[in-house]
């Protein structure tokens, strides 16, 4: 098994976040505002050829010309900052050279079973409707989980003038020939697992120390389970992925929401993987705008007690996860907090198309916070001492404020933009002259710098009602944290 080791802090952006291209990234990091202060970059996947949903809509996975190049990747290396990259297990676009080559050819196709026949899948299972797909009988899809509603798929024509109907979990647009959307690999293919092995190796070859498997739950499939997190066919996937990704020395990051109640992240971890900790942004807020440490410190001594390997955030490309905190705060107080962000002019994101079932709150975490500076350098300095590795997403770093104008131009389905504004270099001077963002720098220069953080190191948590304390020790050194919610002042020794 794969240890990661660096638990420097790492920079979470698009490729064409910060300037408009990752050269334009790599600059700025070179900057003396910038040095000592990153060990980590993850950069998000329009990196790859893709279509779709800001890059989650492989094409493939080699470098997206018009926004990276290799070169920009070592450089990276050469100031000693390592990468975490996407690898999507489920899905790939519609465009991708594999699904094209289904819809020219047919089944006369390689990769005829590289994505999933609905019909192939569901024979047996259901009936055939006059729309040509086969809808399944009740007592094999009531407990199902769909990300959207109605059934899904996307029917394909073919050059013969056929139809077919195929597995399709997230995104659809159907204007044939040039299909749009993201369709679910079917892992019974040979061909897909060679696809995963291969895809490995390439990200590998781009420098990559960690792996976010994305969407990896809704890869196994079976008639009458419950369609996310089949089990134990996940973790069988997951272990076949690790063994190709050994040789690599990649160390892998399952992405998955689930409610704290199901204690998912738990077993994640305990089966040897990193986990990210969706759980601290609502916390953080939480203990900020309540006045009080109960919940926020007893997850902190929960991750230390239980060894569990983290990446932690407050913002990230996707909105702020209301749906994982079930369990881990009463209810009552996770309404009072989607209430609140979004007063605050966050929006929220409902599941698969149904309403009052939250799942994240759309806004920059700044706006989340009201747009405090003091709870911002508080927030942060909370997160550069919570256990495990701290992820920054990069408007956070610059206090970005809720992009309501993005909003508008994306459209309908458009509410993540609001938290995915691409800053300018003149936006980036600007920002490097305020006090929140050198105080931030400051802040993660110090978690990175410190010798008291390190795999090791000694954690404990104390709260009191209205205060909390963590301290980081080993043999070599110590650093301390102590917050009064009360003033909302925090101090590092």
């Given at each position: 098994m794969v240890i990661y080791m660096n638990l420097k802090p790492m920079l979470n952006a698009y490729p064409?976040?910060?300037?408009?291209?990752?050269?334009?990234?790599?600059?700025?990091?070179?900057?003396?505002?910038?040095?000592?202060?990153?060990?980590?970059?993850?950069i998000l996947p329009s990196l790859y050829h893709s279509d779709l949903d800001r890059g989650f809509s492989v094409i493939d996975y080699d470098i997206n010309e018009e926004l990276a190049e290799r070169d920009d990747l070592e450089a990276l290396k050469e100031v000693g900052i390592d990468l975490k990259l996407d690898f999507i297990l489920n899905h790939a676009s519609a465009q991708s050279p594999q699904f094209k080559d289904l819809v020219e050819k047919g089944d006369a196709s390689e990769y005829k079973n590289f994505f999933i026949d609905w019909n192939a899948f569901w024979e047996g299972y259901g009936s055939m409707t006059e729309e040509g797909y086969i809808q399944p009988d009740e007592t094999y899809i009531k407990?199902?989980?769909?990300?959207?509603?109605?059934l899904p798929i996307l029917m394909v024509q073919f050059p013969d003038g056929t139809k077919r109907p195929y597995w399709n979990t997230f995104y659809q647009e159907e204007h044939y020939p040039q299909y749009l959307g993201q369709m679910d690999l079917d892992i019974r293919s040979a061909k897909v697992w060679d696809f995963y092995r291969e895809t490995l190796a390439k990200i590998a070859s781009y420098g990559?120390?960690?792996?976010?498997?994305?969407?990896?739950?809704y890869a196994p499939k079976a008639p009458g389970r419950k369609n996310f997190l089949n089990e134990p066919e996940t973790w069988d996937l997951l272990e076949q992925i690790r063994m190709y990704a050994e040789p690599y020395e990649l160390t892998l990051l399952p992405e998955i929401h689930a409610a704290y109640e199901e204690h998912i992240y738990q077993t994640v971890a305990e089966k040897g993987y990193m986990t990210y900790d969706f759980f601290l942004p609502g916390l953080v807020i939480d203990a900020i705008e309540n006045k009080r440490s109960k919940y926020l410190a007893a997850w902190a001594k929960e991750l230390v007690e239980k060894k569990i390997n983290t990446v932690n955030m407050l913002g990230c490309h996707d909105g702020i996860p209301m749906l994982d905190l079930k369990g881990i705060l009463p209810e009552e107080d996770i309404q009072k907090l989607i209430a609140l962000i979004v007063d605050r002019g966050g929006m929220?994101?409902?599941?698969?198309?149904?309403?009052?079932?939250?799942?994240?709150?759309?806004?920059?975490?700044?706006?989340?916070l009201g747009e405090s500076e003091q709870k911002l350098l508080l927030a942060r300095a909370i997160q550069i001492f919570m256990p495990g590795k701290p992820q920054v997403w990069y408007l956070d770093l610059f206090a970005g404020k809720n992009d309501h104008e993005a909003v508008k131009e994306a459209g309908e389905g458009g509410h993540k933009e609001i938290n995915r504004t691409n800053l300018t270099d003149i936006q980036i001077r600007q920002g490097l002259q305020t006090d929140v963002v050198q105080k931030q720098l400051e802040l993660l220069r110090f978690r990175s710098t410190s010798r008291a953080f390190t795999e090791d190191a000694d954690i404990q948590i104390q709260s009191d009602?209205?205060?909390?304390?963590?301290?980081?020790?080993?043999?070599?050194?110590?650093?301390?944290?102590?917050?009064?919610?009360e003033t909302g002042s925090f101090v590092i020794s």
């Open positions: 064409d976040s910060l300037g408009g291209t990752l050269g334009d990234i790599v600059t700025l990091l070179k900057k003396d505002d910038m040095k000592g202060v990153f060990g980590s970059f993850y407990d199902m989980f769909f990300r959207k509603p109605g990559a120390s960690i792996v976010r498997l994305d969407a990896f739950a929220v994101k409902n599941l698969h198309g149904q309403k009052n079932v939250y799942y994240q709150v759309n806004a920059t975490y700044f706006s989340a009602g209205r205060k909390l304390m963590i301290r980081w020790s080993n043999s070599a050194a110590a650093a301390q944290l102590d917050v009064d919610f």
